[in-house]
Each structure stands twice: as C-alpha cells, then as structure tokens.
C-alpha cells in the first residue's frame, strides 16, 4: 500500500501562483513514477506532469510552460509549482503513484482560479 497525502491547494487569484505538495508513504518501489492530475467539474480526470523516480520529466500541454513538476526522493515528495493560473485551472488536483504494477491516488486538493 502507498498513501498520498496532497496539501497546497487553495483559492487565488488569476494570474496568481499556488506550490502543491504530496507526500508519499508506505511500500514504494524503487523505480516510480509520481505524478499530478486535475479533473474539473463535469470533465474527466486528466494528467499534468509526472516524474520518475529518476527525475525524467513529463508535462501534458495543458499546463505545459505553466508548471514545473519535482520530486524530493529523500523525502518521498512531489511539488507541483504552478503559476500564471487561470480560471480554466479551476479543478481538484490529485497526486497519483504508479510502479507499473500498482498504482494510488490522493485524495485530492481544490485549486480555486478567480477572475
């Protein structure tokens, strides 16, 4: 098992910029892939960057120039920066886990984007 806990989430304002963290525990693999993932009301979930354990980098077009994924392995952490939000950011974000095997989700954290 692998528990997720995301903080950082909050509301701000257009143009504003918002840090989230995940804090991971538990039987983790080695090799791991931690990402972040938003779903908006009425949309389906989608992802917004990923880090393997080795630091490789992956970031969806969405927030893409916007956001800047990285991990502390010390820690067993994953922070999301982003900044210049928009309202269309508005969504829960939430932080997943994969080893390619299994994977877990946190429980998710509100961004709220105002205009």
């Known amino acids: 098992q692998v528990q997720l806990v995301e903080s950082g989430g909050g509301l701000v304002q257009a143009g504003g910029s918002l840090r989230l963290s995940c804090a991971a525990s538990?039987?983790?693999?080695?090799?791991?892939?931690l990402g972040w993932y938003r779903q908006a009301p009425g949309k389906q979930r989608e992802l917004v960057a990923d880090?393997?354990?080795?630091?490789?980098?992956n970031y969806a077009d969405s927030m893409k120039g916007r956001v800047t994924i990285s991990r502390d392995n010390a820690k067993n952490t994953v922070y999301l920066q982003m900044s210049s939000l928009k309202p269309d950011d508005t969504a829960v974000y939430y932080c997943?886990?994969?080893?390619?095997?299994?994977?877990?989700w946190g429980q998710g954290t509100q961004v709220t984007v105002s205009s």
């Open positions: 997943h886990y994969t080893d390619y095997d299994l994977d877990y």
């Open positions: 880090i393997t354990s080795g630091g490789i980098r």
């Open positions: 538990g039987s983790m693999f080695d090799y791991n892939v």
